[in-house]
């Protein structure tokens, strides 16, 4: 199998172990043909998004023991559905978005100007990367 790659062409990083998130479950926002929404978008969850996602019938909120889900609070990175987020960024929503853990085929469904318009700072430089 070859390694997956981000949207910026490099290896694909976690997104998030805790919680842990993926179509896999596996900390990264792989994909397959079987991942019929694409959860190629690692996002940072806010209270806006995750009012936005319950509202239009995706509740990321409320713990799920029994599929081992703990419910999203803000500042949880999540693998969402790539159609999610540019249907949340059409509606003026869309969560931030870390590019360096976001998979290549995203770009698929949403725009890489879209995603790069909402990119999230690069972890640990306080600073979001150049436009």
Known sequence: MDPSLN???EPL?????????????????????????????CAVMTAEFLAYSKYVGND??????????PGLKPGDRWCL???RFLQAHDEGCAPAVCLEA??????????FEVLEANSAPVQGSGSARPR
């Open 7 to 9: 949207v910026l062409g």
């Open 102 to 111: 976001t998979h290549a085929r995203a770009t698929e469904i949403v725009p």
């Open 60 to 69: 990321l909120t409320t713990p799920r023991p029994e599929l081992g889900f």
């Open 13 to 41: 990083e976690p997104c998030s172990g805790k919680p842990l998130t993926g179509y896999f479950r596996d900390a990264h926002c792989n994909t397959c043909a079987e991942d019929a929404g694409s959860h190629t978008v």
């Open 81 to 83: 559905c790539a159609g």
